[in-house]
């Protein structure tokens, strides 16, 4: 039996000291992942991790919280020529947060949010890549750009999903699959979502070194502990344990053409 985190940082510093270790013990267990790049730094180790180990794949992106203090423009010019890059399966993070930016900031922060979302899913779309999106406090920004990804083809995932059933079911309808993160085992806002939504729908993710599941809180998170997620959904949904592994590692692996 395979599971995939399918979100996870481990070429962040939280892991300096065994970073080899926490990669193999994952794998060991038959857990693969996706190492997701929030910047070029983090998307060039992404590919670096993911180029040395097989069942470690990258994604390269430019978090929208990161257009506040980083060079965007710059930064995402060189993202673009890390996509073609075999090791990498999507283009993310992007997406759109307004979560601790001024009312005053707003605007002008999800201006440049939205050039780098455009741009960087158009180069998806340009390499046959999906788009890992994240989103906080700014769903109904990405939902007005459904139409607009669906007329061009770009779908993804949209990462550690914090919607109403109501955006879900949006979301999934314009081709788009969800990811649940450890959240799911501590909060139960979106336990009618999970309920609800086909299992072919979900994706599974650590989201690691964030977002430590139960029962694992007040540790730092890895991608091993994805098993917790699925354990939760399975839960949930009253279905066995290894068929909501099979089917997100399905679902991931069709999404991303692993
Ligand atoms: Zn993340």
Redesign the pocket.
């Known amino acids: 039996m395979r599971l995939i985190d399918s979100?996870?940082?481990i070429q962040f510093p939280a892991y300096n000291d065994d970073r080899v270790d926490v990669i193999k013990r994952s794998l060991a267990e038959r857990v693969d992942m996706i190492v997701?790049g929030?910047d070029k730094a983090s998307s060039l180790s992404a590919i670096e991790y993911a180029s040395k180990y097989s069942g470690v794949y990258a994604s390269v992106g430019f978090?929208p919280s990161d257009v506040v203090e980083k060079n965007w423009r710059s930064e995402i010019l060189s993202i673009k020529e890390y996509i073609a890059n075999k090791r990498v399966i999507a283009v993310g993070?992007i997406g759109f947060d307004t979560h601790r930016i001024a009312p005053d900031q707003k605007d002008a922060v999800v201006r440049d949010q939205h050039i780098v979302f455009d741009f960087l899913a158009e180069e998806a779309r340009a390499n046959n890549k999906q788009i890992?999106v994240?989103i906080r406090d700014a769903m109904e920004i990405f939902i007005k750009q459904l139409p607009a990804l669906k007329k061009k083809g770009i779908t993804g995932v949209v990462?550690?999903f914090s919607g109403t059933l109501p955006d879900a079911q949006k979301i999934i309808r314009a081709g788009f699959c969800i990811g649940f993160t450890g959240m799911i085992t501590f909060n139960h806002s979106w336990d009618a979502v999970i309920a609800t939504v086909p299992l072919e729908k979900i994706l599974i993710?650590t989201?690691a070194p964030?977002l430590t599941p139960v029962p694992h809180r007040g540790k730092r998170n890895e991608p091993l502990f994805v098993q917790e997620v699925a354990r939760t959904i399975a839960s949930i949904r009253e279905t066995p344990y290894e068929r909501v592994c099979e089917i997100t590692y399905a679902n991931a692996q069709t999404l991303f053409s692993l």
Do not use: Y
Request: glycine content about 0%; aromatic content about 8%.
């Open positions: 979100h996870c940082h997701v929030t978090h993070e890992i994240h990462h550690c993710e989201d964030f």
